[in-house]
């Protein structure tokens, strides 16, 4: 009798059976939801702009108890979503100063370091600095 | 040494008897020092000698028993069954490729994507015998000797969500040896290797989920070798736009 | 595949074979040649070569020397001017592996590094890191890739030879994919299927090494030569058999029994672990006899001691054998002695080819552990079978392309009636057949079994009178194994009793060939014979098929410029 090979089907939700892969997805859909925040960041800009009617009434909006609420989810992506790109930095090392490409959880940790420190200065310039 | 038992589920396809692919449940005694190959040899041997896998060298080199174990692809030689008890061991044939038979799947695919990768080294002119061996250095030996212990046991396409879903995606273990030769100081073939891996079928269909370089048992760290090959092809993109009458190696 | 003719036909795709089909393919872009194995090549057992591959490359070396030492480790068995010819061509194999990609190890100088190894008189073995086998056959199996006219019959099982008169006209295989018999019909085919470890119960050998080519030469007639010579590997992990290469001794390692001495210092005193394989697994079992060895769960055992190399040297030059002891027996070798014991791994024997691969049977040549040419005598050195592979793999890869270039294409009548006779054996009878007893598991137990006992490290008169008798009533029990399996596609079941069909015959003739030899050479001891005798036995042995006992004959060694002294280390 003639072989059957059976033809490989791929299971719904075959994400959320490995960690690894959930985490992956929560990278992914993190780069969309980051440029959402992005667009976020940009319309409030553009109302602070807009003068401090525009800019009272969106602050009201923002912080209304679902909008905090979306922000957290939303918060959380980007920083999974960034936490997960500077381990995978470590990956590809495309600027090597050094002669061996250096082991990737060093690069991540220099990358958490160096974001630690611009993220307390950009702190520092919005509440402490002149 | 005591010895224990375990259920052994294993995943059948037999079109002779069955359309469809089902469950088969096996209980065996074992001993800590054994593997799980050796548990579907105890089957094979005194329980159902119908029950299919592929095996040679049982010591983790040859490539040929890849299986899902407990749903993560692994090799049946170098799992070691007191590791995976849970209290069954679960056993499937490796995920994305079609199954021919219980746990052996069809990986001609693979074979196919690897030649189109030229996996040689190239060169225009080769140096006669007598001129002796090209000078390499160890250290550029250790360049690609990572790369070069690939043993085409498949499990990181098992392991590839890209694969998966994607026909025409060259595959972690291909793209990975490519990147050998790229590496291999003695091999002029790069520019050509690029040009077909740095397309859609090739480097960038990869979005670095990652998994393949975890289940490696080789430690060749595939989804590395796509992401220098990304960097690789940018640079010569580059170096196109902006030096176009430049010769590369 | 839908072309079944080819001008070559390699059956099996390991080191030899692959070298000996690209050798072909490159002498004419025209002739077509195929390579058919049971495996995917990349899974030949080649792949398990752990060590390295000798050659003459540096001025502190020479032809002579190399000759000299792979003559006097056969025991004055091998012919010598075969050797002389493989000494001679071992170099270019290494470079032409090299412009292949292979990454050997390398000097600072980045020249091809070379390493000490038994037997050998100087550094001669040519490396990578400890995973030579593996290099050379994926380097070789990427390289195949190259030609157009080199094509793969992968997982295709070769059951009978087809006899067109008296020259060969192709192989019958099974396609395990469909489940079905076809005829490949050739002029030229080329037996590459490696050795025959699986009849021994404790072997470093994978599964599938079960001596097809070697029945399939036997049962059309060609003689099996040198059979008797089995080698036992000193450093096998005991339980599996898995090998702890010769190279963690050649990198200075340690043989120490369990009063912590270097016993070697008793037997070989001025090789201590580099000495010949044959004579350290003789020490080993004597240690182990007289008390000395540690006990163990699989058997005693003596302890490699790789401590004073450090850390360093052992993951730099040794990775794997780090990586499978601490796997398999859970010692780290930085720290602990790795338990080891003699296990079998190699067969000098084989089919009967002369220089070129050539049999007795026009078109039928062998290559590799399946052939005996023979370089390797009554003992093989380390790291001479991987360069046998290479050189003769391309001397009858490029002797089979000259030859089917002059020759016309067999006759179709013999290949269908080699086919028609396949599929009454293998679907009328085997597969017909149901399973009772004997099972295949027994049957191959007890064969494994009998030959671990009886034709082992140390044989007699009165075990290898039995062992013969044993293995003519179970050649023919095996008529009465039948299958759980039906189903044709992919049947493992059906593979493994034609591999044990294959394996019955091999063993047939390793142990009649044991009883006929009278006298201890190489790796062949006998305790009623304990002496050289080469008055007698300075010949090789030819077994013949016969239905009965194998018709066993004696064919003179080859001397040239090596007389046969006693071989003392």
């Known amino acids: ?130 | 040494m005591a010895a224990k038992q375990v259920v052994f589920r294993v995943q059948r396809y037999r079109p002779d008897k069955r359309p469809r692919p089902y469950y088969q449940d096996y209980r065996i005694r074992y001993t800590d020092d054994m593997v799980v190959l050796d548990g579907l040899n105890v089957i094979k041997d005194a329980v159902d000698p119908t029950l299919t896998f592929r095996w040679s060298c049982r010591m983790g080199i040859c490539g040929s028993c890849g299986a899902n174990i407990n749903g993560k692809p692994r090799l049946t030689c170098g799992t070691f069954i007191k590791d995976v008890v849970g209290p069954q061991v679960i056993v499937d044939p490796m995920p994305n490729f079609p199954i021919l038979k219980d746990l052996v799947v069809d990986f001609d695919d693979f074979l196919d994507k690897l030649e189109e990768t030229r996996p040689y080294l190239v060169r225009s002119k080769p140096k006669p015998l007598s001129d002796g061996e090209y000078r390499q250095t160890p250290a550029e030996v250790e360049a690609y000797r990572q790369y070069s212990m690939c043993i085409n046991c498949m499990l990181c396409y098992a392991a590839c969500p890209v694969y998966g879903a994607s026909g025409h995606f060259l595959g972690p273990a291909a793209l990975a040896l490519a990147y050998r030769y790229i590496r291999d100081s003695r091999d002029r073939g790069g520019e050509e290797r690029l040009a077909r891996l740095s397309t859609k079928s090739g480097i960038w269909e990869c979005t670095f989920v990652g998994e393949c370089s975890v289940v490696c048992p080789k430690a060749v760290d595939p989804a590395g070798a796509i992401q220098n090959l990304k960097v690789l092809a940018s640079m010569r993109t580059m170096r196109k736009l902006l030096m176009p009458k430049a010769v590369s190696r | 595949m839908d072309r079944t003719t080819f001008d070559i036909v390699v059956v099996g795709g390991g080191a030899a074979g692959l070298r000996a089909a690209i050798a072909a393919a490159e002498v004419d872009p025209s002739l077509s040649i195929a390579v058919a194995s049971k495996v995917y090549p990349m899974r030949s057992h080649t792949v398990s070569a752990e060590g390295g591959t000798a050659a003459v490359l540096r001025d502190y070396d020479s032809f002579d020397l190399h000759a000299f030492d792979t003559i006097k480790g056969s025991d004055y068995l091998a012919d010598q001017d075969a050797v002389e010819f493989f000494v001679q061509k071992c170099p270019e194999e290494i470079i032409q592996l090299e412009h292949w990609g292979c990454p050997w190890s390398r000097d600072p100088d980045g020249r091809v590094s070379q390493r000490a190894f038994g037997g050998m008189s100087v550094k001669r073995t040519v490396f990578a890191a400890d995973k030579v086998g593996f290099h050379i056959l994926h380097t070789l199996f990427q390289t195949t890739m190259k030609y157009e006219n080199l094509h793969r019959l992968d997982e295709w099982f070769v059951t009978s030879l087809i006899l067109d008169g008296a020259a060969v006209g192709g192989v019958v295989a099974m396609d395990l994919r469909r489940g079905e018999l076809g005829r490949i019909t050739s002029k030229a085919v080329i037996l590459a299927t490696g050795g025959c470890g699986r009849v021994y119960e404790f072997t470093t050998n994978g599964f599938i090494k079960t001596g097809d080519g070697m029945a399939l030469a036997y049962r059309a007639g060609v003689p099996l030569k040198d059979m008797e010579f089995v080698q036992f590997h000193p450093t096998a992990l005991p339980g599996t058999g898995i090998l702890i290469t010769e190279a963690a001794r050649g990198e200075g390692g340690y043989l120490i029994n369990k009063d912590g001495e270097r016993f070697l210092k008793r037997y070989i005193p001025e090789k201590m672990e580099l000495g010949p394989r044959d004579i350290l697994s003789r020490s080993i079992m004597t240690e182990i006899k007289e008390g000395r060895a540690f006990k163990g769960p699989y058997g005693d055992y003596v302890g490699l001691d790789l401590r004073h190399l450090g850390e360093e040297t052992i993951n730099k030059k040794l990775p794997m054998v780090r990586e499978l002891a601490e796997k398999y027996v859970g010692i780290d070798p930085v720290r602990e002695l790795v338990p080891v014991r003699p296990g079998q791994h190699y067969i000098m024997g084989g089919v009967h080819t002369n220089v070129r691969g050539e049999t007795i049977l026009a078109g039928l040549y062998a290559v590799g552990e399946a052939a005996c040419v023979s370089i390797n005598g009554a003992n093989r050195l380390g790291s001479n079978s991987l360069s046998e592979c290479l050189v003769f793999g391309a001397a009858a890869g490029r002797a089979a392309a000259a030859y089917v270039r002059k020759k016309g294409w067999p006759d179709g009548a013999a290949g269908r009636e080699a086919l028609k006779r396949e599929e009454a054996r293998i679907f009328d009878g085997l597969l017909a057949r149901e399973r009772g007893t004997p099972t295949l598991a027994e049957l191959r137990t007890e064969v494994q079994q009998l030959m671990e006992r009886h034709v082992g490290i140390r044989r007699s008169e009165a075990g290898l009178e039995g062992v013969s008798a044993r293995l003519l009533r179970l050649r023919e029990a095996i008529g009465r194994v039948g299958l759980a399996d039906k189903d044709p596609v992919y049947n493992t079941e059906l593979t493994a009793v034609l591999e044990l069909d294959f394996m019955l015959e091999v063993a047939t003739a390793i142990a009649f060939s044991a009883l006929a030899r009278r006298e201890s050479r190489g790796a062949h001891s006998r305790t009623d014979f304990p002496k050289r005798d080469d008055e007698k036995y300075l010949q090789h042995t030819l077994a013949y098929r016969t239905d009965g006992a194998p018709r066993i004959e004696y064919l003179p060694v080859t001397i040239t410029r090596w007389q046969p002294a006693a071989r003392v280390y």
Not at chain 1, 29 to 34: A, K, P, R
């Open chain 1, 1 to 130: 009798m003639p072989p059957r090979p059976y033809p490989w089907k791929r299971r719904r939700g075959w994400w959320l059976r490995n960690p690894h892969y959930l985490l992956f997805q929560a990278r992914e859909v993190g780069g969309i939801l980051t440029a959402i925040v992005g667009l976020i960041l940009l319309y409030q800009v553009i109302q602070l702009q807009a003068g401090p009617d525009a800019y009272s009434a969106f602050l009201t909006i923002a912080f209304s108890p679902p909008m905090l609420g979306l922000m957290t989810v939303l918060l959380a992506f980007v920083l999974v979503h960034a936490v997960t790109w500077f381990m995978l930095l470590g990956k590809a090392q495309p600027i090597q100063l050094t002669a061996k490409p250096m082991s990737w959880r060093k690069v991540f940790a220099i990358n958490l370091i160096l974001w630690a420190l611009v993220s307390i200065g950009v702190l520092y310039l919005i509440f402490g600095g002149p």
